[in-house]
């Protein structure tokens, strides 16, 4: 399920308070109430950057976490004249790199969310092990994507952000991020076209 229309508008620039260069200015000048505005505003976002990288929830709030503190201890160094998202994108994505490079333990991803927007609609596998391999099949598949457009792809098909909130928050343009969105659901499809196929041949339902 995506966000809320409340909770989406949140990436927007300024939407329920001040603009972001104005609260980043006033967390340069010592104000942690400042900071925790733009925390708010961000956490989803930096949730779904850190999940593109790390499967285990716990890695993920750990490094969503750590993004916030990073970019407190670098606030100085940010230049309130330009965009904050993509700074913050930045070291949202270095934190969940760097936490990669040690991690060694994985789960299967959580796609729920994503299966009716990689799936052909009709498709509905005819048993509880065939939607597990379904759900192994695709976090296999997602972990494959090139880097931008598994961010891409988590960020609008998992979150629910349309590609201009998206292309905000990764520093692109919407263009970009479409060509992203429409190559990596592409990649998917193809990647369980197989098992969907099978599904729909073997659903005794579908021959009727």
């Known amino acids: 399920m995506g966000p809320s229309q409340e909770t989406k508008g949140d990436v927007e620039d300024g939407a329920g308070g001040p603009p972001d260069g104005v609260l980043a200015r006033r967390v340069q000048e010592g104000d942690r109430e400042a900071f925790e505005l733009l925390a708010r505003r961000y956490l989803r976002p930096v949730h779904a950057v850190a999940a593109s990288f790390l499967r285990e929830r716990a890695d993920v709030e750990d490094a969503a976490q750590e993004t916030f503190l990073r970019a407190l201890e670098s606030i100085r160094t940010f230049d309130a004249r330009r965009p904050f998202a993509p700074w913050l994108y930045q070291i949202a994505r270095n934190v969940a790199r760097n936490r990669l490079k040690w991690q ?100 005794p339902r579908k021959t009727r």
């Open 104 to 203: 060694s333990r994985h789960r299967a991803a959580s796609v729920t969310a994503v299966e009716e927007s990689v799936a052909d609609q009709g498709s509905s596998p005819a048993s509880g092990v065939e939607r597990a391999e379904l759900r192994r099949l695709l976090a296999v598949a997602i972990d494959d994507l090139p880097e931008q457009r598994r961010t891409a792809f988590r960020l609008a098909d998992v979150e629910g952000y349309t590609p201009t909130e998206v292309a905000r928050l990764m520093g692109l343009t919407a263009g970009a991020v479409r060509a992203h969105l429409y190559h990596a659901r592409r990649r998917l499809r193809a990647r369980l076209a197989p098992l969907l196929t099978e599904n729909d041949e073997e659903d």
